[in-house]
């Protein structure tokens, strides 16, 4: 069984239209990530819900929104696309937000790769 | 969160161990070491985490310098499937509000065959 799961896994679309990743995760976990990794492989976090609630937001366009219907997923809603958004997304999970460091790890998707023409 | 550094790429002989550094002079009392790596295509994959003693898993050994100011990851037989990103990550353990990964540029492990 797959733990941290992403659809799609590739998306091309063009400049202007809005878009959505999935995120999933049956791992029982409390907090999911959404982290962006760019062309030069630099990975940086975007987003973090704990148990729905947004926990971190880091200086994300607001066309940017992650939506947390329940615990066991987030997804990333991105509108208005831009060419700079290409890159690939990153979705993670953990037991908890940070509190202990035997629940910290953070478990991974395979990524979605999106590519704005 | 203290700053990490590490070397850009490094090789390794298959089955031989490889031993990959982080210097983190700035680490804090209450702020942990952790190792994840990324293969080529693929999620970035947690290995180790330790605070001041030394740990190993199925995985890996952490070695931390007594002062803390440096670390070194060992895969003790590195195979093919080792070549990936390694990325050494300082950040603060118990009590932090968020459980916030910064990713350096990591060190590039080459296991050749």
């Known amino acids: 069984d797959t733990a941290v799961s992403q659809t799609p896994k590739y998306l091309v679309t063009q400049m202007g239209n809005d878009k959505s990743i999935k995120c999933e995760q049956n791992l029982g976990h409390d907090t999911m990530y959404w982290y962006k990794q760019d062309s030069k492989k630099f990975l940086k976090i975007m987003f973090s819900?704990?148990?729905?609630?947004?926990?971190i937001n880091e200086t994300v366009p607001n066309r940017f929104s992650p939506k947390s219907p329940d615990k066991a997923h987030l997804n990333l809603h991105i509108n208005s696309l831009e060419l700079g958004d290409s890159a690939v997304y990153f979705c993670?999970?953990?037991?908890?937000?940070?509190?202990?460091?035997?629940?910290?790890?953070?478990?991974f998707g395979p990524g979605t790769r999106l590519t704005v023409l | 969160d203290a700053k990490t550094t590490q070397p850009t790429s490094m090789d390794c002989a298959e089955g031989r161990a490889a031993n990959l550094p982080c210097n983190h002079s700035?680490?804090?009392?209450?702020?942990?070491v952790y190792w994840y790596r990324q293969i080529h295509s693929q999620g970035p994959q947690y290995i180790i985490h330790g605070l001041k003693n030394n740990e190993t898993n199925e995985m890996a050994s952490l070695i931390i310098t007594e002062d803390r100011k440096s670390s070194t990851l060992i895969l003790p037989h590195a195979t093919l499937r080792d070549t990936a990103v390694y990325y050494c990550?300082?950040?603060?353990?118990?009590?932090?509000?968020?459980?916030?990964?910064?990713f350096g540029t990591g060190t590039l492990l080459a296991v050749q065959p």
């Open positions: 819900y704990n148990n729905k609630e947004l926990i």
């Open positions: 700035t680490i804090s009392g209450n702020e942990y």
């Open positions: 993670a999970s953990s037991q908890d937000r940070g509190k202990t460091p035997a629940k910290d790890t953070q478990y």
């Open positions: 990550i300082v950040r603060v353990g118990y009590g932090g509000a968020t459980n916030k990964l910064i």
